[in-house]
Nanobody
């Protein structure tokens, strides 16, 4: 079993900052990419940022220059530093991890966290 636990969401005023964390635990051999997605009611879940285990990052255009994704491979943890938050950043944020659970098994599985609410107020 693998669990991803997010933390750090909350209420913040526009222009403020928040830092999300997501720790993976359980039966993990190696984690490939980790990422953050977000979802608002009635909308599809959308990519925010991803990062490989080589620390190569990719961002959605809407957050480029404001958000920074990072990870600590030793702790199986991914972070999302969110600065200059806007009203439209309000959403439930989900982390995910693409990982292998066994050394001699090449299958890669995607796991999701339970989500953490980020609300930006005016």
């Amino acid at each position: 079993q693998v669990q991803l636990v997010e933390s750090g969401g909350g209420l913040v005023q526009a222009g403020g900052s928040l830092r999300l964390s997501c720790a993976a635990s359980g039966s993990i051999f190696v984690i490939n990419a980790m990422g953050w997605y977000r979802q608002t009611p009635g909308q599809q879940r959308e990519l925010v940022a991803t990062i490989t285990n080589g620390l190569s990052a990719h961002y959605a255009d809407s957050v480029t220059g404001r958000f920074t994704i990072s990870r600590d491979n030793a702790k199986n943890t991914v972070y999302l530093q969110m600065n200059s938050l806007k009203l439209e950043d309000t959403a439930v944020y989900y982390c995910n991890a693409d990982l292998r659970t066994r050394k001699y098994e090449s299958n890669v599985y995607r796991y999701w966290g339970q989500g953490t609410q980020v609300t930006v107020s005016s």
